[in-house]
C-alpha cells in the first residue's frame, strides 16, 4: 500500500488489525464457539494473525500472546510415525461435513490441518533473530505438515478432500479416501506460502 501511495488506507487497515488482535491478546485461550468448542482451526488463525500484527508493528506483545497460544495448538498434533498423522491436526467429522459418504470419525489428514503450517511459519519469521534454533523447529514442523497433506493427490492427479482415518465408525468399514475432491487445493496454496520461505 505505500508503494501506492495508500498511505491512510494503510494506516486505517492497520488500526483496525490491532484492535482486532487486542481483543485476541485480552481474552487469550478464551475463544468463543464456533462449529466446535474448541480445535485446531480456531486457535491456528488466531497464532497466524497476531504474528502478523506483531510484524507488522513490530509490538512484542502480540509476539508474546501468539506464543502462549503454541501449546495449545500443539496439544492437537504431533510426531506421530504415520505420514497421515504427523504434523497433521486431528479433525472431527470433517469426513462428515465434506465427505460423499459423511462418515463420522478422525480425518487425517484434511486440508484444514493446513492452517497450522502457516501459523508456525508466521512465528518462525517472528523468532528467527532472537531464537533461531526454535524457528528453525517451528519452519521445519510447518513444511512438515504442509507436505504430509500433499497424501491428499493421487499420482493419476485426482484428490480427496479427507481421508477417514478409524477402520471402522458407528459399525460401518471406515479407512477410505473419501470420493469427494473439494477445496484441498487449500494445501497447494499453503505449502507455497510456507515452503517458499
Known amino acids: 500500500m505505500e508503494l501506492a501511495g495508500l498511505d491512510f488506507e494503510r494506516q486505517q487497515l492497520l488500526q483496525d488489525f490491532c484492535t482486532t488482535a487486542d481483543v485476541l491478546v485480552k481474552n487469550g485461550l478464551n475463544f468463543p464457539k464456533f462449529e466446535v468448542n474448541y480445535e485446531q482451526s480456531i486457535i ?29 495448538l500443539e ?21 462428515y461435513w465434506f465427505g460423499k459418504r459423511q462418515t463420522y470419525g478422525d480425518v487425517y489428514p484434511h486440508y ?10 508466521r512465528y518462525a519469521q517472528c523468532i528467527a533473530d532472537s531464537d533461531p534454533k526454535a524457528a528453525a523447529d517451528y519452519q521445519q514442523r510447518a513444511e512438515q505438515c504442509v507436505r504430509d497433506n500433499l497424501c491428499l493427490f493421487f499420482e493419476d492427479g485426482r484428490a480427496t478432500c479427507a481421508f477417514v482415518m478409524p477402520r471402522r465408525v458407528n459399525g460401518e468399514a471406515a479407512h477410505y479416501a473419501d470420493a469427494y475432491a473439494n477445496d484441498q487445493d487449500w494445501a497447494l496454496m499453503f505449502y507455497l506460502m510456507v515452503a517458499g520461505h
Request: aromatic share 14%.
Open 44 to 72: 491456528a488463525p488466531a497464532v497466524q494473525f497476531l504474528c502478523e500484527v506483531y510484524q507488522a508493528t513490530g509490538n512484542k506483545r502480540y509476539q508474546t500472546a501468539a506464543q502462549k497460544m503454541l501449546p495449545a
Open 75 to 95: 496439544a492437537l498434533q504431533w510426531h506421530q510415525p504415520s505420514y497421515r498423522m504427523n504434523e497433521i491436526a486431528i479433525r472431527h467429522w470433517d469426513g
Open 112 to 121: 484444514w490441518s493446513t492452517i497450522t503450517a502457516a501459523a508456525y511459519h
